[in-house]
């Protein structure tokens, strides 16, 4: 998710929300609000994660106002959710006019993932229960056991000085504890995790809003000990992942350099179209950590759809440096692919064959 549209989604989040802060701070001026709506929506269109997370933010400033301004509680909540009902309102509506403009259709990709309806409702409750308790037990390299600290924390904060005067503020800490898992819930089933956004902001902003609840300077040094030891631990698991994505990145163009030295050895143009059967998987002892889309090659994503991941490879060798050639069609695939069932596999010698159309590029047997 490092892409420039995910970064403009934060900003103008960001950017709604001084707004919006501000306009509560300052009791008026309450037109501004027209510019976080319009904030909001563009995010929200941008990448449909900022949903979650605006709620996230919205739960996290209303328990600051409330604990820190002894601001009313409701009011502050309903001037988020107005702004948030209007935005998805107005994100859906733009949505549907450029839909019907442009005939652009709807994919499956999300409504595939909702489970709601499709499967057994006792199936659905375990998966939720299983993603929600992998995350906040970190059962994966992506979480950290920051987040159940921060939950067991807020029990504390909640049942120690209970007071139903506060329930206001109670309901935001629900709701901001909660806000990870709505899509799970949504869904009934885990998420994939590169959407999960919420997740280290609600860690992170637990551990502000707890240092700020916390009067002991003891307990403060240990929880800033203990935090530090969980934050240092995810730099060095995320140093690996970068490096092993680096090493990803280094053997696919090792593999793309032999093609190309391979196909000027054979006197084999390489602008004419090339098909490349089978997948390639990167490996070896520096490949540390996989995962859903970091550490994957080009030559393997879409390995199984109708001209397998000849698009991706065409797309990732012109962007390296190489001619570009035309993709192949699906019956060129397919009758390359019977052609390349007697074929060895790369690197092995006889892994290119060239025909009157186009080239094979065999490599592996998947």
């Not at 106002?65 to 988020?80: A, S, T």
């Not at 934050?231 to 092993?244: D, K, M």
């Not at 179209?273 to 080009?298: A, H, W």
Request: hydrophobic letters at 45%; a neutral charge; proline letters at 2%.
């Amino acid at each position: 998710m490092q892409c420039a549209e995910l970064g403009i989604a934060i900003l103008l989040l960001n950017l709604a929300f001084t707004i919006i802060n501000r306009c509560i701070i300052n009791k008026n001026k309450y037109f501004s609000l027209i510019f976080a709506v319009i904030f909001v929506t563009i995010s929200f269109a941008c990448y449909q994660s900022m949903v979650p997370l605006m709620i996230t933010f919205s739960a996290f400033f209303a328990m600051l106002f409330i604990k820190e301004k002894n601001e009313k509680g409701i009011k502050i909540i309903l001037e988020y959710i107005v702004v948030f009902l209007i935005s998805i309102i107005l994100y859906k509506i733009l949505g549907s006019i450029v839909h019907s403009i442009t005939n652009i259709q709807s994919s499956s990709y999300l409504s595939n993932q909702i489970l709601w309806g499709q499967e057994d409702f006792r199936k659905i409750i375990v998966k939720i229960f299983r993603s929600v308790t992998d995350i906040i037990f970190a059962k994966n390299i992506y979480y950290n056991f920051g987040l159940l600290i921060c939950i067991v924390e807020f029990i504390y904060i909640i049942f120690n000085k209970f007071d139903k005067k506060k329930w206001v503020l109670y309901v935001a800490i629900l709701t901001f504890v909660i806000s990870p898992f709505i899509m799970n819930i949504l869904m009934g089933s885990a998420t994939l995790i590169r959407t999960q956004l919420s997740i280290p902001f609600v860690t992170g902003l637990s551990i502000y809003f707890i240092y700020l609840c916390t009067d002991s300077e003891t307990y403060k040094k240990i929880y800033v000990i203990t935090f530090g030891v969980i934050i240092f631990s995810q730099l060095v698991t995320s140093v690996q992942l970068f490096y092993s994505d680096y090493e990803n990145f280094r053997q696919q163009k090792t593999l793309a350099i032999s093609v190309e030295h391979k196909l000027k050895e054979s006197n084999i143009d390489s602008g004419k179209t090339l098909i490349f059967v089978g997948s390639y998987t990167s490996g070896g002892e520096d490949i540390i950590y996989k995962g859903e889309t970091m550490v994957k090659t080009f030559f393997e994503w879409d390995a199984l759809t109708d001209i397998g991941s000849n698009k991706r490879i065409r797309n990732f060798l012109v962007a390296i440096g190489y001619d570009e050639y035309e993709i192949p069609t699906k019956e060129q695939y397919d009758e390359a692919k019977k052609i390349a069932e007697q074929m060895p596999i790369y690197p092995e010698e006889g892994y290119i064959k060239e025909e009157a159309d186009y080239t094979i590029i065999k490599l592996n047997n998947n």
